[in-house]
């Protein structure tokens, strides 16, 4: 076999519900590798305490696959020769090319009865209309056992040779982090990278697969070290290409041109013939951009977008400005949104409600807390705990942060496997997404339970949580 996309068994889930695509609802049975009905059983990894199994995609260890197959020396020595079927009797599983669901003779389905086998085996007669599939219609036969839409995640790619080299220290990674926080979109994993394209390329097609937005800082400038752009072209295989309405807005806010020369979007017009080298490379851009203008602001620089990549200046000035927007803009509803993401968001971040923050400031050592902590943590599982130890203080030892959840049973990406989860069992968000008033009080269960195993180290208590 030579595949055209060398994908693993997750990057194929990813994608199926990421488009929303149909596939064999047996996958929701907990199959994983679909062979015949005398070899295929129902992923052992994937059963659950009774005799259901999770859905094909919630399976964590990839190289399970093929755990639900019987292998052919396997099934040799557990059926007799004279007990198998002659040979004239078809014995595999037809795909159907058109539709991806598989279906099953009438004799197979005897066959089945017969053995008894019909705890392993599901019918899989298709009832799909290949005429809705082909004209991009998911049927409502299988609508009800799609995915549904998760929250959203981000991953912010720092990019430049000062930061390794501790030429200078770095403020947008805390810019990002608080903005994003204060508008419930949840900041998932950060990297600092050098301004080397392919080490660019890589960390963006490593991201995108494990997040939905990507953020990029740094490395747009006319220079030659400059290759931020360039490098996103290349990640997601698009061409570079002159875009007009960068040019035009470069010669406005970076020469004396006229209003009249600034509207010119054709080379015809001379457009490019007025720009400078360096002005010329940021007016290439890859062929799918967009300048999104996230502010009523007409003086304001737009914020480049491409695919779900969002590409932002590494100065802290500029940065700190255009993350405030977009954080705004990534937290809104997806119908106020001009123009929307490629991935779905129910419940929108604007729509869940903030947590309230503490910090207690204790005067005992930190390893002198950690059974009491402990036993708080593990008894309010809906709250998250910081502790962090103060250094070069007499009498301020340790800090204690505590922040209630919002989602049941993680932040962002175990918190969509719930949910997918509860929706495809016929529930709603109930018990998943808490109220602010169950934050509230599973916030002040906790703190309370803080109190009492700590009476004697308290020194303060606080809303917020700034560690200085």
Not at 204 to 218: H, L, M, N, P, Y
Not at 279 to 301: C, F, G, H, I, V
Not at 308 to 332: A, H, M, R
Request: proline content about 5%; glycine content about 6%; some cysteine.
């Amino acid at each position: 076999v030579n595949p055209i996309l060398n994908w693993n068994y997750g990057q194929v889930w990813h994608f199926l519900r990421t488009f929303e695509l149909p596939y064999c609802k047996l996958y929701d049975d907990g199959y994983t590798s679909l062979g015949t009905v005398k070899d295929t059983m129902p992923c052992p990894a994937l059963k659950k305490d009774n005799d259901e199994y999770w859905p094909a995609y919630m399976l964590r260890d990839w190289d399970q696959e093929r755990a639900g197959r019987i292998s052919k020396k396997k099934k040799k020595q557990q059926q007799p020769k004279e007990d198998s079927e002659p040979k004239n009797i078809e014995q595999t599983v037809t795909m159907s090319q058109t539709s991806s669901t598989v279906s099953l003779t009438n004799e197979q389905e005897a066959k089945t009865a017969k053995d008894g086998s019909s705890a392993h085996t599901r019918t899989m007669s298709s009832e799909l209309d290949t005429d809705e599939l082909s004209s991009g219609v998911v049927p409502a036969s299988l609508s009800e056992n799609l995915p549904s839409p998760r929250p959203i995640s981000v991953a912010l790619i720092v990019i430049g040779d000062e930061l390794l080299k501790g030429m200078t220290p770095d403020s947008n990674i805390i810019s990002a982090a608080r903005a994003l926080r204060a508008n419930n979109v949840a900041l998932a994993r950060v990297s600092i990278i050098s301004d080397d394209s392919q080490e660019i390329v890589e960390e963006i097609q490593r991201v995108t697969k494990e997040v939905d937005v990507v953020i990029t800082s740094g490395g747009v400038g006319p220079t030659h070290d400059d290759v931020t752009i360039k490098s996103v072209a290349e990640a997601l295989g698009l061409d570079m290409e002159i875009h007009y309405e960068m040019a035009s807005l470069l010669l406005k806010k970076m020469s004396n041109n006229t209003e009249e020369t600034v509207q010119s979007t054709t080379e015809d017009d001379g457009l490019l013939r007025r720009m400078s080298v360096g002005q010329l490379k940021m007016a290439t851009l890859p062929s799918k951009s967009e300048l999104k203008y996230l502010t009523d602001n007409p003086d304001e620089w737009p914020v480049l977008k491409c695919d779900n990549i969002f590409i932002l200046p590494g100065v802290p000035t500029f940065f700190d400005q255009k993350i405030q927007v977009l954080s705004k803009f990534l937290g809104e509803p997806e119908e106020e949104k001009q123009a929307g993401l490629d991935v779905d968001i129910s419940p929108s971040p604007s729509q869940l409600a903030k947590s309230d923050t503490y910090r207690i400031v204790l005067s005992s050592e930190e390893d002198s807390i950690v059974a009491a902590l402990n036993e708080t943590v593990a008894a309010h599982p809906h709250v998250t705990f910081g502790s962090y130890p103060i250094v070069d203080n007499p009498e301020h030892k340790t800090i204690i942060t505590l922040e209630g959840r919002f989602y049941n049973g993680g932040y962002t990406r175990s918190s969509s496997r719930l949910l997918d989860q509860a929706r495809i069992n016929g529930g709603d968000d109930a018990g998943i997404i808490f109220t602010k008033q169950e934050m509230d009080e599973h916030l002040a269960n906790a703190l309370e339970g803080l109190k009492s195993r700590l009476p004697e180290s308290i020194l303060s208590i606080d809303q917020g949580d700034d560690l200085n």
